[in-house]
């Protein structure tokens, strides 16, 4: 219920008892518990179309979103159908940065403005808690000279420049200055080509920034350790535990794995040595030297790497724009691929018959 003074009664709405039906969430709001609130005479609808992944969607990629229509048809059965109002709430927001960036004036300026505007009305006390000088939804940290010039290297703005320098200094931690700029040659490439053949577009330079990052980065034994080891992750126990607590890591070696071995085995946090030294070692990653890379899933991990590169320069010599929106799907298809061990091979696999299925 919305109103400008305190309720003395039940906030519940009853059977057939709401005027305006707001959904922030498409399948919430197609919920039949949901619909009963509303009637046909009565119910203003105004819902957001914007697909928000549940739980499951997020977990297995055989869990796929309803096809909208449906849902919509359900909200109009039971509400005022002529007069509803229906809208991708998300995709308005970030055609309006995309908007920014292509206006071109103070673009990083104008970008953070916007999306501090958004935080005030959903989290006011956000922005308040905000440092001096920080943008709300800035990283932590500002950028090293090193990670900066990778980024400035691209000569990106707006919403893929955001994009880089999220994921360069991640990047960097993860293996070295040599392993991001491969990232981001790779993704200027890229949107040199977009702009040529789409000027004004930015998606297909930000789908591959998203995606190459993530098959760049993926957890292995190295990764695991280092973010273990994460300085954010000591503080959030400090500030959940004050007096202290006893913590342990529940780890499943690859090596146990090989011998038959079921179940994670906990540490304790003497554990952090071998943390430790496993980052110190990280740069032995996909060498001949790497102890753990010989194993099948981090060979595929490794080839994924390349076989999406080599997908995205075959679409690239063909862009135009009758080619443009197959090569969009084509560099968000390793959003598929997902979880660990079989789970990951099986969303390999319908990766690649994604591709196939591309005609690529």
């Known amino acids: 219920m919305i109103s400008d ?18 959904g922030f969430d498409l399948l919430v709001a197609g919920a ?18 914007s697909q928000v992944p549940t739980g499951a969607m997020v977990a297995s990629a055989d869990v796929e979103f309803p096809e909208a229509g449906g849902l919509v048809d359900a909200i109009n059965r039971v509400t005022r159908k002529d007069e509803n109002v229906f809208l991708d709430a998300a995709g308005l927001a970030e055609a309006l940065e995309r908007a920014i960036a292509l206006n071109g004036a103070a673009v990083s300026m104008n970008t953070q403005a916007f999306r501090v505007g958004r935080l ?41 420049r955001r994009l880089l320098a999220v994921r360069v200094p991640e990047l960097i931690a993860y293996q070295d200055a040599g392993y991001a700029r491969e990232y981001v040659e790779f993704v200027k490439r890229v949107a040199a080509a977009e702009r040529g053949a789409m000027p004004g ?3 297909l330079g930000e789908a591959v920034a998203r995606y190459l990052f993530k ?25 959940d535990f004050p007096e202290g607590a ?25 554990f952090d040595g071998v943390f430790r030294l496993l980052v110190g070692l990280r740069r032995l990653r996909g060498t001949a030297l790497d102890p753990f890379g010989y194993a099948g ?56 018959s994604e591709v196939r299925a591309l005609g690529l």
């Open 32 to 49: 039949a518990p949901n619909l009963a609130r509303a009637r046909p005479e009565k119910t203003l609808a105004v819902v957001s179309t």
């Open 120 to 160: 005030l009305v959903a989290d006011p006390e956000a922005v308040k808690a905000a440092r001096p000088g920080q943008g709300a939804g800035e990283a932590d940290a500002p950028l090293t000279p090193e990670a900066r010039a990778l980024v400035d290297f691209v000569g990106a703005e707006g919403e893929l």
């Open 297 to 352: 899933m981090r060979r595929l991990e490794r080839a994924l790497i390349g076989e999406y590169r080599g997908l995205i320069e075959k679409a690239l010599a063909t862009l135009s724009r009758d080619t443009y929106e197959r090569a969009v799907k084509l560099a968000a298809l390793p959003d598929l691929i997902r979880g660990y061990e079989e789970v990951k091979l099986r969303t390999v696999e319908r990766f690649r």
């Open 201 to 203: 577009e930015t998606r």
């Open 215 to 239: 098959l760049m980065a993926y957890k292995d034994e190295y990764e695991v350790a280092r973010l273990h080891l994460k300085p954010d992750v000591t503080r959030a126990l400090a500030a």
């Open 5 to 22: 003074a305190p309720w003395e009664v039940s906030g519940k709405i009853s059977g057939g008892g709401a005027d305006c039906y707001v």
């Open 246 to 270: 006893t913590i342990q890591y529940h780890l499943h070696p690859p090596f146990l794995r090989t011998l038959g071995w079921k179940r994670k085995i906990p540490f304790g946090r003497w």
